[in-house]
């Protein structure tokens, strides 16, 4: 049974910090593209960061410059490092995973059960 378990999230300040943590099992991240996708009430699952089999990485253009997506494949583990937090990155954060090919598009077969990220002074 694959399970995507997420943590890290919680309620910072704007210019914060914080490092999201996306832990596998039931797969090899090694052999999926992993992607960490966003969410609040009333809109559509939007694409935050992605990064695919060989290390090559992808970010919406809203955190560009400001979100480091990685992945540790000896801890079968995916991080999203947020610095310069502002208060629309407010949002649910899921971490998702898919066979190979990495999109941008919610096309993912597995999903985690999300983690808050609330930003406010």
């Known amino acids: 049974q694959v399970q995507l378990v997420e943590s890290g999230g919680g309620l910072v300040q704007p210019g914060d910090s914080l490092r999201l943590s996306c832990a596998a099992s039931?797969?090899?991240?090694?052999?999926?593209?992993m992607g960490w996708f966003r969410q609040v009430p009333g809109k559509e699952r939007e694409f935050v960061a992605g990064i695919n089999l060989g290390g090559a990485d992808a970010y919406s253009n809203s955190v560009k410059g400001r979100f480091t997506i990685s992945r540790d494949n000896a801890k079968n583990t995916v991080y999203l490092q947020m610095n310069y937090l502002k208060p629309e990155d407010t949002a649910v954060y899921y971490c998702a995973a898919r066979w190979q090919i990495l999109t941008t598009k919610p096309d993912y077969a597995y999903w985690g059960q999300g983690t808050q990220v609330t930003v406010s002074s």
């Open positions: 039931g797969l090899t991240i090694r052999t999926y593209a």
